[in-house]
């Protein structure tokens, strides 16, 4: 019998990815939607990548609330859990991402428990395992690894809110919602093809570089994956009972901002002048960080190499990950695309 699965935040960059790939394999798709709207537009920007969009069943859920999570996960076989707030700038409050972050994974978890469901995968991050360790920080951080949330200095808000999700979800199963066979999918920066033209934080880097948006980089960088193969690892956890209880880090090659630059002004000639060589000093980085939050949370990253091992979720998948430079290719291809930029 046809599996369905429920993917919450359907609107978002990888859960675009992945409910395309469902749908490839056959499965049945229910998504969660803040708006209904919303998911129209979401299916009129799918649809050509695959007809079978319009049988994706739609429930509007919001996080932040109860309504519409017992209707969402009614009957269905597995949740992929992706929908969490990743908001492009720095909240004021920590709490307006902790709290939907935490709160929502809560809920669909309880609402999994009411329902019998038992498979969840959620969507957490590397931001859960290499943030908040200071001095500490491990050289190559493994699925052992926690971010510590209370070490603001070296923890960001988005950070604690990973972190304190997947920490809630894992008590969550170990405790009251015993049953549930849970799996966490931890991705470093997601790069690779959009699938609509919303484009949103980690591919808006890349829209940015190649708008001529930042004139100078930071010495900063970032391990990449590719789109592909956070969805693949989704699924693959899914049909997979080894995963159960399971954490699964997705990174491959780390990239400073200015060899990303590099990568992209070699893809795409024609962006030459708007994509940025120049370094911007680390005095520069600090000074503005005085007057925008933003800016501030580049200054733990300044020269700083955060790094995650694979070698678990490439056992599962049974071969490497996409390179890194391919996903920065294909997000600027598929920019050019929708003319996004
Ligand atoms: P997007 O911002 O594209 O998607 C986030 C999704 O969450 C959207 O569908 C959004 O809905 C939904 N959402 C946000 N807040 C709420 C809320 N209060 N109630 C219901 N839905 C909400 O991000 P990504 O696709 O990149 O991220 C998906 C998941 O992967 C997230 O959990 C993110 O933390 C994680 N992740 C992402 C990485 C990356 O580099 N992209 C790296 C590691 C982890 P709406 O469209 O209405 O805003």
Same mark, same amino acid.
């Given at each position: 019998?046809?599996?369905?699965?429920?993917?919450?935040?359907?609107?978002?960059?990888?859960?675009?990815?992945?409910?395309?790939?469902?749908?490839?394999?056959?499965?049945?798709?229910?998504?969660?939607?803040?708006?209904?709207?919303?998911?129209?537009?979401?299916?009129?920007?799918?649809?050509?990548?695959?007809?079978?969009?319009?049988?994706?069943?739609?429930?509007?859920?919001?996080?932040?609330?109860?309504?519409?999570?017992?209707?969402?996960?009614?009957?269905?076989?597995?949740?992929?859990?992706?929908?969490?707030?990743?908001?492009?700038?720095?909240?004021?409050?920590?709490?307006?991402?902790?709290?939907?972050?935490?709160?929502?994974?809560l809920?669909?978890?309880?609402?999994?428990?009411?329902?019998?469901?038992?498979?969840?995968?959620?969507?957490s %991050?590397?931001?859960?395992?290499?943030?908040?360790?200071?001095?500490?920080?491990?050289?190559?951080?493994?699925?052992?690894?926690?971010?510590?949330?209370?070490?603001?200095a070296?923890?960001?808000p988005?950070?604690?809110?990973?972190?304190?999700?997947?920490?809630a979800?894992?008590?969550?199963?170990?405790?009251?919602?015993?049953?549930?066979?849970?799996?966490?999918?931890?991705?470093?920066?997601?790069?690779?093809?959009?699938?609509?033209?919303?484009?949103?934080?980690?591919?808006?880097?890349?829209?940015?570089?190649?708008?001529?948006?930042?004139?100078?980089?930071?010495?900063?960088?970032?391990?990449?994956?590719?789109?592909?193969?956070?969805?693949?690892?989704?699924?693959?956890?899914?049909?997979?009972?080894? %995963?159960?209880?399971?954490?699964?880090?997705?990174?491959?090659?780390?990239? %400073?901002?200015?060899?990303?630059?590099?990568?992209?002004?070699?893809?795409?000639?024609?962006?030459?002048?708007?994509?940025?060589?120049?370094?911007?000093?680390?005095?520069?980085?600090?000074?503005?960080?005085?007057?925008?939050?933003?800016?501030?949370?580049?200054?733990?990253?300044?020269?700083?190499?955060?790094?995650?091992s694979?070698?678990?979720?490439?056992?599962?998948?049974?071969?490497?990950?996409?390179?890194g430079r391919?996903?920065?290719?294909?997000?600027?291809?598929?920019?050019?695309?929708?003319?996004?930029?």
């Amino acid at each position: 019998m046809t599996k369905t699965v429920l993917v919450t935040g359907a609107s978002g960059f990888i859960a675009q990815q992945l409910i395309l790939d469902l749908l490839d394999k056959g499965y049945q798709v229910r998504g969660t939607v803040r708006s209904l709207a919303k998911g129209n537009v979401l299916k009129d920007a799918l649809r050509p990548h695959n007809v079978k969009i319009d049988e994706m069943e739609l429930v509007e859920c919001d996080l932040e609330s109860d309504k519409g999570w017992d209707e969402a996960v009614a009957g269905v076989d597995v949740i992929q859990h992706l929908a969490s707030p990743f908001p492009m700038s720095v909240p004021k409050d920590p709490n307006d991402l902790i709290r939907p972050a935490r709160d929502g994974a809560l809920r669909v978890l309880k609402a999994a428990k009411k329902a019998g469901i038992n498979r969840v995968i959620m969507t957490s %991050s590397f931001a859960a395992v290499g943030y908040g360790w200071g001095d500490d920080l491990p050289e190559v951080c493994t699925e052992e690894h926690w971010t510590n949330p209370n070490n603001t200095a070296d923890c960001r808000p988005y950070m604690q809110s990973k972190t304190l999700a997947e920490r809630a979800a894992w008590e969550y199963v170990e405790g009251e919602g015993k049953g549930i066979q849970l799996t966490a999918i931890n991705p470093v920066a997601v790069f690779g093809p959009i699938r609509s033209e919303q484009v949103k934080t980690s591919v808006g880097v890349v829209a940015q570089l190649m708008g001529g948006k930042i004139p100078a980089l930071p010495n900063v960088g970032i391990q990449v994956v590719d789109v592909r193969d956070v969805s693949a690892a989704h699924i693959a956890t899914m049909e997979n009972d080894e %995963s159960i209880g399971e954490r699964y880090i997705l990174a491959d090659e780390f990239f %400073s901002m200015k060899e990303c630059s590099q990568v992209l002004k070699e893809a795409f000639p024609n962006y030459a002048d708007k994509l940025p060589t120049r370094s911007m000093p680390d005095f520069l980085v600090k000074l503005i960080a005085l007057f925008s939050a933003d800016m501030k949370s580049m200054v733990t990253e300044l020269n700083k190499r955060r790094m995650g091992s694979s070698d678990k979720v490439k056992q599962l998948l049974g071969r490497d990950l996409i390179p890194g430079r391919d996903a920065f290719i294909a997000s600027g291809e598929t920019l050019i695309d929708y003319k996004v930029v």
